[in-house]
């Protein structure tokens, strides 16, 4: 009798716990669901902080090539009217310096000098003579819109019309292969405010990310360096873009120190389509709002 009453007990303590467990289950799921969100939310913010101190680091790069003299250049040719400029621009006084006296330092970019940096290779990349403007859509299907552009028409700090100063000046000095291999690099590099590459320089970024390979080409510098030090570039004029895009390289495996610069600069990654994609793909990111550089002067 005993051993049936101690069954019976052990049944119904079974059906009890079973019976709890179905009404607590849910409970527990969520409980448990919250848990593994809140590790993921917080794994990912780990990720993200790693990966902004590596693409946009607070001291920002330094490049490979100097501003030189190209600063009074650019003003005594009328490319850059100084007064608009300095209105337009916020200046440091060592940027003042590089624009009227010029300097032997290295270009650098940061958060802080990002629209100085573009500003100021813009109007070099728009005066620079350049195989993109003459065998390139400027100078073939739009050569005779060529002031339509963000690029051109967008360029309010000149003397005058922009457009007269378009493809004008030898200020990089540039052999017949170096003009070719500009244009063969520029067929690469995309930028994510639009669909095209610095071929087709429509936009400031794309006219400012020419005048640096053209400042890059004409120190001799390998191709592979050459893409590394414009993604910097992109990076810092493209923040919230080349942040998702590491984001996506490193959930994937390969570290952004590793990635192949010309591959993130293509299409695929860098065009406004391409960067677009990948945003999907990643998802918002914690924290952070999205952004893009700004195609005005």
Known sequence: MKQKILILAAFLGVGIAGLLLGVYMPKFQD????????????EEKVRMERLTAQVLPKDGFELSVSWGDLGPKLVKAGVIDQKKFEDAVQMTDE???ILTEGSDE???????????????????????????????????????N???????????????????????????????????LVGEIA????????????????????????????????????????????LKLNSFWFPDSYLTTAIYFDRNGTLWDK?????????????????????????????????GGSCGA
């Open 31 to 42: 409980s448990f669901k919250k848990i593994a969100e809140e590790k993921k939310l917080e």
């Open 95 to 97: 940027q003042k310096k």
């Open 106 to 144: 290295k270009i650098k970019i940061n958060s802080q000098n990002s629209q100085f940096v573009v500003d100021f290779l813009w109007a070099l990349g728009l005066a620079q003579k350049s195989i993109v403007y003459d065998e390139g859509p400027l100078g073939k299907e739009y050569k005779n």
């Open 146 to 180: 060529q002031g339509g552009f963000a690029s051109t028409g967008g360029w309010s700090l000149a003397k005058g019309d922009a457009v007269k100063y378009l493809n004008k000046f030898d200020l990089i000095p540039l052999t017949p292969e170096q003009h070719k």
């Open 187 to 230: 067929k690469n590099v995309y930028r994510p405010c639009c669909g095209n590459s610095t071929w087709f320089p429509d936009c400031n970024h794309g006219m400012a990310a020419l005048a640096a390979i053209e400042l890059m080409v004409s120190a001799g510098m390998p191709e592979e360096q050459i893409y590394k030090e414009v």
């Open 259 to 291: 990635v192949n610069a010309k591959e993130v600069l293509g299409q695929k990654y860098s065009s406004g389509q391409g960067a677009a994609d990948i945003a999907k793909k990643v998802g918002p990111l914690p924290g952070r709002e999205t952004g």
